[in-house]
């Protein structure tokens, strides 16, 4: 028997996201987080939702597993707004 090892995006294809369009629950500060030397939110994120594009660090909440990983690793105070999402939105773990 072997296990397959499976990639982030098939992991997270497992989960099933309830995204609230007008109320992001993590706001970024672009500004910050361009001055920030260590940039750690690109490594710890589990879902791999912080990424660099064009010199920018961007996050694409909609896929958030709502760890928290994010705020306590940030050094810059970068991300401005961290809350759980409202009632009937966020991150619903699904298994196989």
Same mark, same amino acid.
């Given at each position: 028997m072997s296990i397959k090892k499976l990639s982030t995006d098939e992991l997270l294809g497992i989960n099933k996201f309830f995204v609230d369009e007008d109320?992001?629950?993590? #706001?970024? %500060?672009? %500004? $910050? *987080?361009? %001055? *920030? $030397?260590? $940039?750690? *939110?690109?490594? #710890?994120c589990p879902a791999g939702l912080y990424t660099i594009k064009n010199d920018n660090i961007t996050f694409d909440y909609a896929g958030c597993l709502e760890c928290g990983t994010c705020r306590t690793v940030c050094t810059a105070e970068g991300i401005t707004k961290w809350a759980y999402p409202k009632g009937t939105f966020g991150v619903e773990f699904r298994y196989g």
């Open positions: 109320n992001p629950h993590i #706001v970024i %500060d672009k %500004d $910050k *987080c361009s %001055d *920030c $030397k260590e $940039k750690a *939110c690109l490594y #710890v």
